[in-house]
């Protein structure tokens, strides 16, 4: 990955240097976007396939040019949606982060994703059910109904994405910024 980008750097250095060509206007691979999410999501009530919306909090420039404005729009998508369930197990919610609007309101593909498990109580738990079982059997099975806690991302929480892959933009679709 650093590598590539290093590559496509002297790449176009050595061209700009021989006057061959001009540095190539384009997203490299790995650039990171900061995103924050615009809505409070939980796994009690997210289900698969759910559009998730992100924000971009800061601006983006290649060459004097505004490629990703602040508050632009960013997409993501519920891949895993499962609310807090029996036996102390936590819920779990994954979000795949797919796509930020450019300034000329095309889409720049992003990876990255945001993972999240809540709250077990497994371990407690099956200790708690050793201990009763062996001080007063009948007890043992009311446990079975101990459940986990549900995962939620709070409205405002930041990530980090990355564009994915090398994106070659056209100069023409971007306005020139004023020094």
Known sequence: MFLKQLFAISLALLLWQQGQAQIPFMLLDSTPVRLRITQTISSADAKVGDVVEFEVLDE??????????????AVGVVTKAKHKRRLGRGGKLDISIQYVRLTNLEKAALRGSRDTAGGGHTGKMTGAIVATSIVFFPAAPFFLFVKGKDITIPQGTEITAYINGDIRLDEQGFEQLSQ
């Open 60 to 73: 983006l420039v290649i060459q004097n040019r505004s490629v990703i404005e602040t508050g632009a729009r």
